[in-house]
């Protein structure tokens, strides 16, 4: 597949340390869990996104404007369906400005909230999802992507996942029946597209360094936390196994977008895939079409050119006749969102 052209003092005593290393964990979970506040970019260049009608919900209770319309179907142009997948502490409404994009460009649109967990503290918040075990959310994406293919009449789909919804979905190609790697024309999916995934685990600024072969502070990552940031934690058991023999799987073709301003998929080019055979994979920072971008890590999937990115990966035709539109450039890359 060929990739788009781009248009553009004293050693403390044993309690004392248990006391400091939570003391750790809770600071960074108050910044990770912090409110996510949108942006308002200022027209600079052609094609501003379409602005909404009316300010839809954000917790998870109504789907993104033009998605899930169960009667949608593909058409010649576009022929297959659009899986959008949050991430972590977010939901369908992550994707409430790209949705209407897609809508509008001709393509059947479909958003999921998945991965609740009753023992986690931040499944109690509602609009709170995709803290549950990967591995299960990832049977939760399979049951709906076979829902997707039924109601659209369809073989395969393409997936936009943030986030944690990268490793999620990739999981789900490996493990739970998305591809057949004996025969990657049953594949389900054709075309796999991670906003600022955190595909080979994260750091979170630090955080892993503090749970790393501690297992106290382990658990009060996923008390406090989630489980599901546990298994992102760069070197845990979850990215181990999911990133055992390869990053791919053949027959699926990959884009992974980074920002070189993420605070939160840390280091930020750990995003990057490698392609496997049978596989393509084209990773690309958002920066390089709009040098001034400091999208923050949750608001990335409104953010006009990783649109546009996505926009041109699902039709490799997009960019020869559209114009990429860059967000003016802000102070700061704050707040920092959750995974």
Known sequence: MTSPKWRTGRSASPRRRRRNLMGSILSTAALVLAPIAGTAPIANAA?????PPSPPPEDGSVPPPGANDWNCKP?????????????TYGNMNRWNVLSPELKADGYC??????????????????????VADIAKSAGELAVYVDEVLAATGTDQVDI?????????????????????????????????????????????????????????????????????????????????????GGDTQPGVHYTAVGDRVDMVSTPPEAT????????????VWVQSLCPGDMTAHGNIPSDPAAAY???????????????????????????????
């Not at 039709?315 to 890359?333: I, R």
Request: hydrophobic share 40%; charged share 10%; aromatic share 8%.
């Open 272 to 283: 990057f895939l490698t392609a496997g055979p049978g596989a393509t994979v084209h990773n």
């Open 75 to 87: 058409t010649a142009e576009h022929p297959r369906a659009v899986v959008l997948v949050h991430g």
């Open 109 to 130: 649109v479909f958003a999921l909230n998945y991965g609740k967990d009753p023992a986690s503290l931040a499944s109690g918040i509602p609009g709170y999802f995709a």
């Open 160 to 244: 936009v996942a943030h986030s944690q919804g990268g490793p999620m979905s990739r999981q789900y190609l490996k493990f739970n029946g998305g591809t057949d790697p004996a025969d990657p024309a049953d594949n389900k999916v054709l075309n796999l597209i991670t906003l600022v995934g955190t595909n080979h685990g994260t750091t979170i600024s630090g955080l892993s360094n503090l749970a790393a072969g501690n297992p106290v502070a382990g658990d009060a990552v996923a008390a406090v936390f989630s489980t599901a940031v546990r298994q992102q934690l760069v070197g845990s058991p979850f990215m181990t196994e999911l990133n055992a």
């Open 47 to 51: 094609e501003p996104p379409p602005a």
């Open 309 to 339: 990115i996505v926009l041109s990966a699902l039709d490799p035709g997009y960019a020869a006749s559209h114009t990429v539109f860059c967000p003016p450039p802000s102070s700061l890359p704050f707040p920092m969102p959750a995974l």
